[in-house]
């Protein structure tokens, strides 16, 4: 079993849909970070939390330490948001442990 | 503007060929990492570097070297060892650890022929 489980692993949805990519992790972990790749290769990183919810624009990202899961959400979704979702988390020190990640196609 | 910059963008190389792949940050951070990412995989840590002159194996290290002989470059070196040295390399860094926010370069696309 991976340390840390995204899903699913692919989504389709149509323009302005609600969109929801959860992350449940296994290990004690010091942040969780949710990061976007574009078809092209590059990542850039969305969101690094340890405890709540924070929004950037249209982009929520939630975690449950308890619980051991995070949730990323996109309001009103557009075609632009097409990437693939990665969930990292990071543990003690230096290291990041990455999810599989979840392929995100909205369609117009 | 501050970034990190990877290169080549694609690269070929013959088998038994050594390879160097470029990692140049000017960030002013610390730490410095080398992934490996193929299809349907999550990203797997090659090597990583907390401080200049000092670097860390990962969990796919076989095969592969780095140095970092100054703060702004970790360039890693994909030796003939390595088996099955096709994929997509990315470098990374963030100001002290995996607390702090991730920068990524574009990747390298590295394929062997």
């Known amino acids: 079993k991976n340390e840390v489980e995204q899903s699913p692993q692919n989504l389709t949805a149509q323009e302005g849909e609600f969109i929801t990519i959860n992350c449940s992790y296994s290990?004690?972990?010091?942040?969780l970070h949710w990061l976007q790749q574009h078809p092209g290769g590059g990542i850039v990183s969305l969101f690094m939390?340890?405890?709540g919810k924070k929004k950037h624009g249209r982009l929520i990202a939630t975690i449950n330490i308890q619980e051991k899961h995070s949730s990323l959400h996109i309001t009103a979704s557009h075609p632009r948001d097409s990437a693939v979702y990665i969930c990292?988390?990071?543990?003690?020190?230096?290291?990041?442990?990455f999810g599989e990640g979840t392929q995100l196609t909205v369609n117009p | 503007d501050g970034g990190i910059t990877q290169s080549p963008k694609y690269l070929f190389r013959k088998e038994g060929q050594n390879v160097t792949l470029s990692c140049e940050q000017n960030?002013?951070?610390?730490?410095m990492y080398w992934y490996r990412q193929d299809p349907g995989q999550g990203l797997r840590l090659i090597y990583y570097?907390?401080?200049?002159?000092?670097?860390q194996k990962g969990d796919i290290a076989e095969g592969y070297s780095v140095s970092r002989e100054k703060k702004e470059s970790f360039p890693l070196t994909v030796t003939s060892a390595q088996k099955n040295p096709t994929a997509f390399y990315l470098c990374?860094?963030?100001?002290?650890?995996?607390?702090?926010?991730?920068?990524f370069g574009e990747g390298s696309w590295l394929t062997v022929v």
């Open positions: 990374a860094s963030t100001i002290y650890n995996s607390g702090n926010t991730i920068y």
């Open positions: 290990v004690g972990i010091s942040a």
């Open positions: 939390l340890s405890s």
């Open positions: 990292a988390v990071g543990t003690s020190g230096s290291r990041l442990t």
């Open positions: 960030l002013n951070h610390d730490a």
């Open positions: 570097s907390q401080i200049v002159n000092d670097f």
